[in-house]
């Protein structure tokens, strides 16, 4: 792929005029009804730590569901567990040259979330293969472990992907983080530098909030902290009471019932039990800002200006992040709301640009 001056990288999104607004743009895109044209069928990966993860695939020669009408709330995971291969039934190690794309989702999403559906439906109509990594307990079921997942977890996406690549070596993989997702795997893009071309040949983050100090800032204030942080919250405190009582934690339960903001919860829990100081060591550590001129895979990056969880004058300027980086901040979006077409809308101009700019990369 030739290198893209992310100076000139433009994006062809605008959002309808029926849906103004960064708040209402995320909201509905959130909210919309989505048709799972496809099954998933689950895997269990052990994790060097003794913990484990489980991942979603999409199998594109299977038929789509019998059920019709099938939101979120028609996931049907088939149960498969890790074999002898370390395959899932029905899938085995790629024989000749294909490509898979593996997707990394956000805080306390799935492989139900909406972005995760369209996605898969896109693969789906394409015949192309594609997965979802469930961050640890974001797949139904609290992870064994006393941590959880993290922001920065950079060192999780490497023996992922690289386990990935190891079974497929033939395969062109693909990667796509959103959000914090995202976060992650551009951190991990930059850390490794060149060695990261050796595993994934091209990589997408959306909607990714690069610096997690004034991300934290955005979302703990304001119309942004009774939206989405009290959501976040509502999701993440009984994982972590369980996890409390499980492991004997010396956590104050009523201190973790208490908590309204980010900065409570990643000063109680997430910083002390993942290797950091405090919520602004964590932060600074985590955040993937830092790294992007040292990517060397054709990453796209996709940020909407009016994102509710992060400004726009905030998002990285071109001489921020290397020439392998294509910048395309839209005016409007939200976070993950690029719906588009006339009332209702829907979201298939997301997954359409990811597979486009992938198709790029290996031109």
Same mark, same amino acid.
């Not at 990966?45 to 913990?51: I, V, Y």
């Not at 369209?118 to 990594?133: A, D």
């Not at 609290?142 to 070596?169: F, T």
């Given at each position: ?123 789906? @109509?394409?015949?192309?293969? /594609? *997965? &979802? ?5 974001? !797949?139904?079921? +609290?992870?064994?472990?006393?941590? #959880? ?43 490794? @530098?060149?060695?990261?071309? /050796? *595993? &994934? ?5 959306? !909607?990714?909030? +690069?610096?997690?100090?004034?991300? #934290? ?147």
């Amino acid at each position: 792929m030739k290198d893209r001056s992310a100076s000139t990288a433009l994006s062809y999104y605008s959002a309808p005029t029926w849906l103004p607004g960064g708040h209402l743009q995320t909201i509905y895109a959130y909210a919309l009804r989505q048709t799972m044209n496809f099954t998933y069928r689950r895997e269990r990966w052990e994790t060097p730590d003794g913990d484990f993860i489980d991942l979603d695939w999409l199998d594109p020669s299977t038929p789509a569901p019998a059920f019709a009408g099938g939101s979120r709330s028609g996931f049907r995971p088939t149960g498969v567990v890790e074999g002898a291969t370390g395959l899932p039934v029905g899938l085995h190690p790629s024989t000749e040259s294909s490509s898979l794309v593996v997707l990394f989702h956000g805080m306390e999403g799935s492989s139900r979330s909406h972005y995760a559906i369209c996605l898969m439906n896109e693969l789906k @109509g394409r015949g192309m293969r /594609g *997965v &979802v990594v469930h961050l640890r307990g974001c !797949s139904g079921e +609290v992870n064994r472990l006393a941590r #959880a997942y993290h922001s920065g977890d950079s060192s999780e996406i490497d023996w992922i992907l690289r386990r990935l690549k190891q079974r497929e070596p033939k395969s062109r993989l693909y990667t796509v983080g959103v959000s914090i997702g995202g976060n992650m795997l551009l951190k991990w893009l930059g850390e490794q @530098g060149e060695n990261a071309s /050796g *595993v &994934v040949d091209g990589a997408a983050a959306i !909607s990714v909030p +690069v610096d997690l100090t004034i991300a #934290a800032q955005r979302l703990d204030c304001d119309w942004s902290k009774l939206i989405y942080t009290s959501r976040f919250l509502r999701s993440m405190k009984p994982k972590l009471l369980a996890k409390i009582s499980t492991h004997d934690l010396p956590i104050d339960t009523g201190a973790v019932r208490a908590t309204s903001t980010f900065r409570e919860i990643d000063d109680l829990y997430t910083a002390p039990f993942h290797g950091f100081k405090d919520a602004p060591d964590y932060w600074q550590r985590s955040s993937s800002k830092p790294w992007l001129r040292r990517i060397r895979v054709p990453t796209l990056m996709i940020n909407a200006r009016n994102d509710p969880f992060f400004p726009g004058d905030a998002l990285p300027t071109p001489a921020e992040v290397s020439d392998r980086v294509a910048l395309e901040f839209s005016q409007t979006g939200g976070h993950v709301g690029f719906v588009t077409g006339k009332f209702p809308g829907d979201l298939s101009w997301l997954p359409s640009r990811i597979l486009r700019f992938f198709a790029q990369a290996v031109e």
